[in-house]
């Protein structure tokens, strides 16, 4: 148990009980480290006894302490989730099913890197009730999935989908990667349809971020590779929009297209502020009014000595995070509710000054209202980061 919390977990096991919640496992292994990467993984393979370890007492502990709450989408990330054996996976399955109610469970994810697949694990995960599983494609073209360091081929790529829905998965998400060097426009439309064809019902297009050291970005640096031009990187985007509707793939968040009935169940609940238990370093978490994050150093993590990061929110911070979050939403925000709820909080002029500095956005068509909603344009997606710091 986080120290920080224990003297709050009345109020955590009231919100816990309010509606069910979301559980995140983080699985930190990696067979090899990729260019680009910056996430909190590691290839020490002689770790993995203790953070397995580690995660099934916390599933225990929490599950205790907020009286085995009702979870209703489970979803393990990483790192590698494909790289745990099925002994492994069937354990964390079990210990979650143990220390919280999985009865009413609506979706449960598992990522996979596609160089990690074989039927039979694809299969005995499926036993294990696992439905909806999201593939680290990032891109077909070999050439640059050997620039970014991934273990896998696109005909991987292809025969994971294959196998997938062999072992029974019928929810298949890819991750598609744009901005990466030596990439083109006309490439990443015909991954996009490929993959649709293989049977993705759901893609997450993701723009390449070197925003921290890693050994792509000391390649870019050091002029050894170059960057796709942002007016190349907008043109693959707006090529997307108009292309994966036609795939019947809709949008309804800016980087994730999905057929109906597909979207990701457990990342929709980040967007809407619905509550949320991460487990595993780095792991982020959601419960009341509270954040926590999870220490990133994975092995101080799993002996029990990492600090978490650990925020309380007064109802300003609440309140801003529904239009921070919420606009990145195809459906955006209703603003006429916001300012319902600031006015009972006494938070008008909050969203006075921020309608203030959303009227230029409204002027440049980067943002549209209709109604009580507003939402982001086509266009305005580009440019989210720019429109969505009126709220950090």
């Known amino acids: ?36 990467c910056s996430f909190v993984t590691t290839r020490d393979a002689g770790l993995k006894a203790a953070v397995l370890a580690k995660l099934n007492a916390d599933l225990r502990l929490w599950g205790q302490a907020l ?4 979870v209703d989408t489970l979803y393990l990330g990483g790192g590698t989730p494909s790289i745990l054996s099925v002994e492994e996976l069937g354990a964390l399955r079990h210990a979650a099913e143990a220390a919280f109610n999985l009865d009413h469970l609506r979706e449960a994810t598992l990522e996979a890197n596609p160089g990690t697949l074989d039927q039979a694990w694809l299969t005995a995960a499926r036993r294990l009730g696992f439905d909806r599983l999201s593939c680290g494609v990032q891109t077909l073209d070999n050439d ?24 029974g998965f019928h929810r298949l998400s890819a991750d598609l990667m744009v901005g990466i060097p030596g ?55 707006e090529a997307l929009q108009a292309e994966l509707p036609t795939l019947g793939l809709a949008p309804y968040e800016i980087s994730n297209y999905a057929r ?61 995070e529904i239009p921070l979050l919420g606009l990145r939403m195809h459906r955006g925000v209703d603003w006429e509710e916001l300012r319902a709820r600031a006015a009972r909080l006494d938070l008008q002029p909050l969203v006075d000054a921020w309608e203030a500095a959303l009227k230029p956005f409204l002027q440049h068509g980067l943002l549209e209202r209709g109604g009580p909603i507003i939402r982001f344009t086509n266009r305005g997606m580009l440019l989210s980061n720019t429109v969505l710091e009126t709220f950090v």
């Open 1 to 36: 148990m986080i120290p920080a919390l224990a003297p709050h977990l009345p109020d955590l096991h009231e919100a816990a009980e309010r509606e069910p919640l979301g559980l995140y496992l983080h699985i930190p292994f990696c067979k090899d480290r990729c260019t680009y």
């Open 67 to 70: 009286g085995r709450p009702e």
């Open 144 to 167: 640059l999935l050997a620039r970014l360091g991934r273990i896998h081929d696109g005909a991987e790529g292809l025969d994971a989908f294959r196998m997938a829905q062999e072992a």
């Open 183 to 237: 990439q083109n426009l006309e490439r990443v439309i015909a991954d996009a349809r490929t993959l649709v064809a293989a049977g993705a019902t759901h893609l997450s297009v993701y723009m390449l971020d070197l925003d921290k050291n890693c050994p792509l970005k000391a390649q870019v640096e050091a002029g050894k590779l170059q960057l796709p031009s942002d007016d190349e990187v907008a043109d693959v985007f």
């Open 260 to 320: 109906p009935g597909e979207l990701s169940i457990h990342n929709t609940r980040y967007w809407e502020r619905r509550p949320y238990l991460g487990l595993g370093p780095s792991a982020a978490s959601h419960l009341g009014c509270w954040r926590w994050t999870e220490s990133s150093v994975i092995q101080a993590w799993s002996e029990g000595r990492g600090e978490a990061e650990v925020q309380p929110l007064d109802a300003a911070a609440a309140l801003a």
